[in-house]
């Protein structure tokens, strides 16, 4: 069974400050990875997908990795701003002979606060 | 293109009850997946849908049940309402599931049991 940890719990920068987010899992049988925000009382944004055979992802100030062997994927965000506060989840998806379908596992996140 | 639609957006309940949620995907998604969020447990999958059939279901007692019409719409049940089920109940699409794929996800349905 995949178990997901998200380190910190919760963190809190000043802006501008440059921030990463740590996220393990137990079982690297996995598909991809997937990072999401989640502004209080809303539904998930996806940030990034990263396929298990990739090293790295990028989308303007984001950048994720991962690491399969390990069991880690990092979120590495730049010149935080306070736009960005909101909680941060990622979930790998397993392979499970094919019935995987849909099933995301997710750590419990890691709350951001950049403050001004 | 418009998102991942969820009706209703709130919703009172009283124990012994049931309620049912619909969720809309993307045009032109076949698979929805329903998950559950909670403060305790954090967000754990239900069930996902594609062509009309549940292909994957997670760990959830039989109150809950769903289903998926040839329009891709989805619809989730919860009978007999416990206070344990107050709840985020949030859907995602995607095209086919694969997993290769983002998932898109709605803005949920926060279901209270009183």
């Known amino acids: 069974k995949q178990e997901v940890t998200q380190i910190p719990a919760a963190l809190s920068v000043p802006e501008g400050e440059n921030l990463v987010l740590n996220c393990s899992f137990t079982?690297?049988?996995?598909?991809?990875l997937q990072w999401f925000r989640q502004d209080p009382g809303k539904g998930l944004t996806s940030l990034l997908l990263?396929?298990?055979?990739?090293r790295e992802q990028t989308s303007g100030r984001l950048n994720a990795s991962l690491d399969k062997s390990s069991g880690r994927s990092t979120l590495y965000i730049a010149a935080s701003q306070p736009g960005d506060s909101a909680t941060y989840l990622c979930a790998p998806v397993n392979h499970a002979g094919g019935t995987s379908y849909g099933k995301l596992t997710f750590g419990q996140g890691t709350i951001l606060t950049v403050h001004p | 293109k418009a998102g991942v639609t969820q009706t209703p957006r709130y919703l009172i309940k009283t124990r012994g009850q049931q309620v049912t949620l619909s969720c809309s995907p993307i045009s032109g998604h076949r698979s929805v997946s329903w998950y559950q969020q909670t403060p305790g447990q954090g967000l754990q999958f239900l069930f996902e849908y594609f062509s009309e059939t549940q292909r994957n279901k997670g760990n959830f007692p039989g109150r809950f049940s769903g289903r998926q019409f040839s329009n891709s719409r989805s619809e989730m049940n919860v009978s007999t309402l416990e206070l344990g089920d107050s709840a985020l109940y949030l859907c995602?699409?995607?095209?086919?599931?694969?997993?290769?794929?983002?998932?898109?996800f709605g803005p949920g349905t926060r279901l209270l049991v009183l």
């Open positions: 990263i396929q298990s055979s990739q």
């Open positions: 079982d690297s049988a996995i598909y991809n």
């Open positions: 995602a699409s995607s095209l086919l599931s694969g997993v290769q794929e983002t998932q898109y």
